[in-house]
T-cell receptor, first 115, second 114 residues
Framework: DTGVSQNPRHKITKRGQNVTFRCDPISEHNRLYWYRQTLGQGPEFLTYFQNEAQLEKSRLLSDRFSAERPKGSFSTLEIQRTEQGDSAMYLC?????????????FGPGTRLTVL | AQSVSQHNHHVILSEAASLELGCNYSYGGTVNLFWYVQYPGQHLQLLLKYFSGDPLVKGIKGFEAEFIKSKFSFNLRKPSVQWSDTAEYFCAVRLDNYGQNFVFGPGTRLSVLP
């Protein structure tokens, strides 16, 4: 399978703990995106990278959230001091930059449950 | 703030019925438009997209959508649905001059009865 992959698929943690998720994009894609999706809602944009540079961050991304893409390939999303409100599906997408017409392809997501 | 609305939260149809799912956005500039589908237990998959040109776009599995600029709409249609079309459908808009992020609608759940 050469699609976007995410690990782990499920994560259960206690409030106050730190968690880290990983996303491996489609190999030739240079853009990588993180979204959050809660039940009954569409995905909400969190941040995106072009190669290793983080170019946009949503105001949804509080100081407890940090994302990295150190070598321009895989990316990690870390949430520090998790809160129950962080429970959601975290989606990663990737695309190949082509001006203003690139298309995002999504991974299966990581479902986070904060107890 | 820019937003995307989808008219129906849950649509229930019988097989062979025609489908139209509404999508409207609030933004006056150039947009790229997408429909994604999420089958039960699966990840988001691209159904179709519009960037420019012919406002009637055809996607996979017999779906099509029409961009009507004057109505800020991008409705999804299929002439005859199948049980396997049961899924959640999301409209997404990329706003030109607003970077690379998409704004998604809340989704419409489609249930097709056999």
């Amino acid at each position: 399978d050469t699609g976007v992959s995410q690990n782990p698929r499920h994560k259960i943690t206690k409030r106050g703990q730190n968690v880290t998720f990983r996303c491996d994009p489609i190999s030739e894609h240079n853009r990588l995106y993180w979204y959050r999706q809660t039940l009954g809602q569409g995905p909400e944009f969190l941040t995106y990278f072009q190669n290793e540079a983080q170019l946009e961050k949503s105001r949804l991304l509080s100081d407890r959230f940090s994302a990295e893409r150190p070598k321009g390939s895989f990316s990690t999303l870390e949430i520090q001091r998790t809160e129950q409100g962080d429970s959601a599906m975290y989606l990663c997408a990737s695309s190949l930059a082509s001006g203003s017409t690139d298309t995002q392809y999504f991974g299966p997501g990581t479902r986070l449950t904060v107890l | 703030a820019q937003s995307v609305s989808q008219h129906n939260h849950h649509v229930i149809l019988s097989e062979a019925a025609s489908l139209e799912l509404g999508c409207n956005y609030s933004y006056g500039g150039t947009v790229n438009l997408f429909w994604y589908v999420q089958y039960p237990g699966q990840h988001l998959q691209l159904l179709l997209k519009y960037f420019s040109g012919d406002p009637l776009v055809k996607g996979i599995k017999g779906f099509e959508a029409e961009f009507i600029k004057s109505k800020f709409s991008f409705n999804l249609r299929k002439p005859s649905v199948q049980w396997s079309d049961t899924a959640e459908y999301f409209c997404a808009v990329r706003l030109d001059n607003y970077g690379q992020n998409f704004v998604f609608g809340p989704g419409t759940r489609l249930s097709v009865l056999p």
